[in-house]
């Protein structure tokens, strides 16, 4: 019934036609309306060249032992291609504010670490979008590799993932972030950790900062507005379009030398609260 309580993050179905409109389903593994229908079919349809590219890339990593494409850059090129295109295909390419500081940055072919706020799965390609046609990896959990066609971009492309739950793993996620970032490849992630499902930002855990300090690389905030309500949790895809309910905000560098990794934290902190609007800044006491 539409009062009763589903798995959709709690929400009732009423809730959820509330946020999608009178033509909203509730499935097991989240809600639809026509639009996340047609968002879902894009994402496969244009997902399966993706993962027949991704594949060979595997491919020719085995059979020439990773000398081919030792930088793992094909990966994320064809990652890219399905992202732009689903994003342009579903007008889901958000706004995108001060492009130029990160021009100046590539223009000194100098590697950054990119770090936002996270409250949707549209942030991942949000991210990818904004730091554009380079080669960059993800920071990421480890649940994530077992996601269809995105687990196979995630290990064909070098990206980092982390096992919260285990030293070593954290030991080595350190490790090879550093390399990456010495090597002259950017990073991403998402500071916090894990999506806010308040929209709220959330405290940060230090890892990135600690990457970022230690291979002498600046880190770029950027403040991602509105994601949360074009796809709320609850949901299986997108449920509207992001052209015009969401936006990218892109803040100057902020340089680690001749800072601690806390003052870093902090400084990044800050500037990502200034391009949130008021529902996605945190409560007084979340501030740290």
């Known amino acids: 019934t539409e009062t009763k309580p589903l798995k959709n993050a709690g929400k009732t179905l009423a809730d959820l036609r509330q946020e999608g409109g009178m033509f909203t389903i509730s499935t097991p593994i989240g809600a639809l309306n026509p639009f996340a229908i047609y968002y879902g079919f894009m994402s496969v349809f244009l997902g399966i060249p993706w993962f027949i590219s991704l594949k060979w890339c595997q491919f020719m990593y085995f059979i020439t032992r ?90 064909a492309g070098g990206n980092i993932m982390i096992d919260r739950t285990n030293r070593r793993s954290q030991l080595k996620t350190l490790k090879d972030g ?16 894990t999506r806010s499902k308040s929209g709220r930002l959330l405290p940060f855990k230090n890892g990135a900062f600690k990457m970022a300090y230690k291979a002498g690389a600046p880190v770029v905030p950027i403040s991602i507005v509105n994601s949360g309500k074009v796809m709320p949790p609850g949901w299986m895809f997108a449920m509207r379009p992001s052209y015009k309910n969401a936006k990218i905000i892109v803040h100057e560098p902020v340089e680690t030398e ?19 609007p008021d529902y996605q800044r945190p409560l007084e006491q979340d501030t740290a």
């Open 178 to 193: 550093i390399a990456y970032l010495k090597e002259g490849i950017h990073l991403c992630t998402f500071p916090e950790g």
């Open 66 to 155: 990773s000398k081919f494409d030792a930088k793992r850059r094909l990966p994320v090129f064809f990652s890219h291609v399905w992202g732009t295109a689903l994003m342009r295909l579903s007008r889901s390419y958000p706004e995108m504010e001060n492009l130029h500081i990160l021009q100046d940055l590539y223009a000194k072919k100098q590697p950054a670490m990119f770090v936002a706020n996270h409250n949707s799965w549209m942030d991942i390609p949000f991210l990818g979008a904004t730091v554009g046609w380079r080669n960059y990896k993800l920071v990421a959990k480890k649940e994530l590799s077992i996601i269809p066609i995105l687990g196979s971009a995630i290990k």
């Open 258 to 276: 001749g800072r601690t990794e806390e003052e870093v934290a902090a400084e990044v902190r800050r500037r990502m609260i200034e391009g949130l």
